[in-house]
Every structure is written in C-alpha cells, then in structure tokens.
C-alpha cells in the first residue's frame, strides 16, 4: 500500500505544479479536470502524512517504553497501544480513500419523479417526494433548478424532472431511485381504508456535453404545441419538443418553457444525462455487475422503501432500517437514511471489492 500512496503523492505534487501553471488557468476544461483530481487526491494524501506522523510516534513510543523503568512500564505500555492502534485506524481509513472512486461524484444528478401505481393518490405521494426532496437539497445548501413539472387533477404530480448541484449532490441522492411506497387513507378514499399506492424516483447523473458524444443525425426533433397552463405563447406556437435518440430508443420531451430553444436545450440536458447513465449501467454490466434498474416497472412489489403513515414509519427494504419518524423525514430530515445507504455501500465495497 506504501508503494500505492506514494505514487499518490508524487502525482499530487505533480497536479498542484499543473494548477500553478497560466495555461491551466486559460483552459478552464483543464482547470476543472484538475482542481477534481485535486481534490480527489488531497485528503489520501493528508491522511497518508497523518499516517508517517502516526508511524514516528510509535517508534518513539517503543523506545520510551524500552527503556523505561520498571515503575514506568506500564504507562509506556499505554502510550505504546495507542499509538500502535492510532496507526491502525489511520490504515483502515486510506484503505478506504483508496477504493475505485465513483466516477459520478461531485456531478450534479437530474431527478425524475413519476406517480406510478394507485391513480391519483400516487401523483399526490409524487407531490410528497418531491417536496421532500426539496426541503432535504435545501438542508444541505444544494441548488434546485425545476426542468419540467406537470401537476395532476388535484395538485399532484403526473411527473417532475428537476436539477439538484452541490458538490455532494449524486452521493447525497444516488440511491433514491426506485420504487417508493406509500400505505396511507388517500384524500380520495372515502370510507377511511388504508391504500398502497407507489411512484417512481430516477436519479441520474447530470451529463456535460464532453461526457457524451451525441451525434446529430442520430437525433429525431419533433416540435409542437404545448398543452396545459402557461404564458402566452403555450398553445399558440411550436415550442415543444420532442427529442428522440434513434439509437437506444431514448425520448425526451419539453414544454415548460416558452422558447422552442429554451425547451430543446432543457431536453438535451436530460437526453445526454440518461444516455450517460445508460452507458454507465452497459459497463457495469459487461464487468459482472449486473444490477436491477432503479425504476423496474413501477410496481409495488418493486419497492425500495415503504413509507406508512398509521405507525409514522418509514422503512428502506435495502438496508433493512426502520425509522418511526416519517413527519421528520418527509420534511427533509434524510440524512440517518442517506448516511446508512453510504455505509452499506463504503461496505460492500471493503468486503467485495465491489466498485
């Protein structure tokens, strides 16, 4: 691992002379690749030096203990063990700095939240998960910019798409998507009987225009009317899109915006997002790892997590933990279940070498 580390620092050193360089500062793609690199860098090797400093410590430690009186022995003894399990623990942290990084962290992600199973009482609980996740990017500083949002009949949502930045923002909500469910009496019900009902949460990972080649002619553009509630211009011009990737079948469509340009540029954002996540999904997929979409088919059964409204409870099927705090929770309050989604995954990741 030495031998690791110190390749680590010298490239460190290397990246840092880079930053110092005027070309870097002119070339702002080369600016960002490298501040990200050093910035993955900085803390193995910040560590990497507590971990020297750690090493001294118990070879001072071991002489003091050595040559310690009899009456001495047993606090140098002491001074000795912790400092010996200091270095441990240090250990134990670079080991975990040096596991294959996520290639999408520190990336902004695009969430898409649909009602799916349960009618309108689904795109009310869409309208839930959505303020929830609101409230929750705010908790944390995260930006939120809405790309396309369509109410239901009774202030639900057949479907939202928004952006959330922050320099955490895919490892903060990488592992919402998939099947969320709800066991609650719906407004719609009118004889008190507790419904399941269930929506569907996508994240991706936001795509730049270097991450994905997109080739033109593999685009098929369609433009029309909006429908629904707008400005002026909504039902009077083109200024839809429809923006279908011919190769993979991928669709996006945009309406919100007034401008044709406007909403085509708001449908290449996510079009470049989910073919980037395609892509992502193939590799991961052509290495063994061979995981089950997020969304699946939108069916209860499918479920990642189980909100329950009669016993105020909120369970995460995938690390089997129950909460009994859904007001909090849906009120922002996700950081428990975020920060034990990361565990479980930093574990897997010690103990399968899963990347």
Do not use: C
């Amino acid at each position: 691992m030495d031998e690791r580390l110190d390749a680590i620092e010298e490239e460190f050193a290397a990246v840092e002379a880079r930053l110092m360089e005027p070309a870097t500062s002119a070339d702002p793609n080369l600016l960002r690749d490298l501040s990200r690199r050093h910035k993955e860098l900085s803390e193995i090797v910040g560590t990497y030096r507590q971990l020297r400093s750690a090493r001294e410590d118990v070879e001072v430690a071991a002489e003091l203990f050595e040559g310690a009186e009899p009456d001495e022995r047993d606090e140098m003894r002491g001074e000795l063990d912790r400092a010996t399990q200091a270095v441990a623990t240090i250990e134990d942290a670079l080991q975990g700095l040096l596991l294959p990084k996520d290639p999408n962290d520190g990336r902004a992600v695009i969430v898409e939240i649909r009602g799916a199973e349960g009618g309108e009482e689904a795109n009310l609980f869409a309208r839930d998960l959505y303020d929830m996740y609101l409230r929750y990017a705010a908790n944390r500083g995260f930006k939120v910019e809405v790309i396309e949002e369509h109410a239901s009949e009774r202030d639900g949502l057949d479907e939202v798409v928004f952006k959330i930045s922050g320099a955490e923002a895919w490892t903060r909500f990488e592992h919402e998507g998939g099947v969320h469910r709800v066991q609650r009496v719906p407004v719609t019900e009118s004889k008190g009987r507790v419904h399941t009902s269930s929506a569907t949460v996508m994240v991706l990972p936001e795509a730049e225009e270097v991450d994905v080649d997109v080739d033109p002619n593999d685009l098929k553009i369609d433009v029309y009317r909006s429908s629904g509630p707008g400005g002026q211009s909504v039902n009077t011009t083109d200024s839809a899109v429809r923006i279908t990737h011919v190769p993979t079948g991928i669709v996006v469509a945009m309406q919100d915006e007034k401008s044709q340009i406007q909403n085509r540029a708001k449908a290449m954002l996510v079009l470049r997002s989910r073919l980037l996540k395609a892509a992502q999904d193939a590799a991961a997929a052509e290495a063994g790892d061979l995981r089950r979409s997020q969304v699946g088919g939108g069916g209860r059964a499918e479920k990642i997590r189980t909100y329950n409204f009669k016993e105020s409870r909120v369970t995460d099927h995938r690390i089997n933990l129950t909460l009994y705090k859904l007001d909090a929770v849906l009120n922002g309050d996700l950081d428990e279940i975020v920060d034990a989604l990361m565990a479980a995954k930093r574990a897997r990741q010690l103990t399968e070498g899963d990347a």
